[in-house]
């Protein structure tokens, strides 16, 4: 399991967190966990963390290293509770694409998350819990573009309201070719 604020030991290094539940849990020899864990360190883009301790480093790298601590006890299903919501938007990228590649490489999951995107993206199926209940369940596509759950489609209309307030401010596809790119032509007061 991946929690949402990480539970890394600190005053471990990120492959002591990484190594402890293989070495204690399942009596895995250390070179052996060391081993595993450093693939699992250059997986997650982080081959150079392995000696740092959790304060210091990024929230992003702190979540991958959580993750890396999960996938070392080698389960056959992960569970991630809300693994993007203790982290800044910049860093939210590096751990969806850790658990994109998670996905593309088999790997089952259990992702509790208010990422739409990333669930439309990802999900075999997509279940909305409201008020500790199943509302809806069912394929991404379906679910969340077909509007029959009202709150959901409520849910849903946030983003697309955000996405539609953002358009505006998309790059065009093609730019005019008579125009040259300097202060004076920006769409942005600077």
């Given at each position: 399991?991946?929690?949402?604020?990480?539970?890394?030991?600190?005053?471990?290094?990120?492959?002591?967190?990484?190594?402890?539940?293989?070495?204690?849990?399942?009596?895995?020899?250390?070179?052996?966990?060391?081993?595993?864990?450093?693939?699992?360190?250059?997986c997650m883009?982080?081959s150079?963390?392995?000696?740092?301790?959790?304060?210091?480093?990024?929230?992003?790298?702190?979540?991958?290293?959580?993750?890396?601590?999960?996938?070392?006890?080698?389960?056959?299903?992960?569970?991630?509770?809300?693994?993007?919501?203790?982290?800044?938007?910049?860093?939210?990228?590096?751990?969806?694409?850790?658990i994109?590649?998670l996905?593309?490489?088999?790997?089952?999951?259990?992702i509790?998350?208010?990422?739409?995107?990333?669930?439309?993206?990802?999900?075999?199926?997509?279940?909305?819990?409201?008020?500790?209940?199943?509302?809806?369940?069912?394929?991404?596509?379906?679910l969340?573009?077909?509007?029959?759950?009202?709150?959901?489609?409520?849910?849903?209309?946030?983003?697309?309201?955000?996405?539609?307030?953002l358009?505006?401010?998309?790059?065009?596809?093609?730019?005019?070719?008579?125009?040259?790119?300097?202060?004076?032509?920006?769409?942005?007061?600077?």
């Amino acid at each position: 399991m991946v929690f949402q604020n990480f539970n890394l030991f600190p005053h471990r290094t990120a492959l002591g967190n990484i190594i402890e539940a293989p070495l204690v849990v399942k009596k895995v020899p250390r070179a052996e966990a060391e081993a595993l864990a450093h693939k699992l360190l250059n997986c997650m883009g982080l081959s150079d963390a392995g000696h740092k301790y959790p304060s210091q480093l990024s929230r992003g790298q702190q979540q991958r290293i959580a993750i890396a601590r999960a996938l070392a006890m080698q389960p056959t299903i992960m569970l991630f509770d809300e693994p993007t919501s203790a982290l800044d938007p910049e860093l939210v990228s590096d751990v969806l694409a850790a658990i994109r590649q998670l996905a593309a490489d088999g790997m089952t999951m259990v992702i509790v998350t208010h990422e739409i995107g990333f669930a439309y993206e990802l999900a075999d199926r997509v279940v909305l819990i409201d008020q500790g209940v199943v509302a809806a369940s069912g394929a991404p596509r379906e679910l969340l573009l077909s509007g029959a759950n009202a709150r959901l489609a409520a849910f849903v209309g946030r983003f697309t309201e955000q996405a539609r307030l953002l358009d505006p401010l998309a790059v065009p596809a093609k730019a005019p070719a008579t125009t040259s790119p300097n202060k004076g032509n920006r769409p942005w007061p600077m």
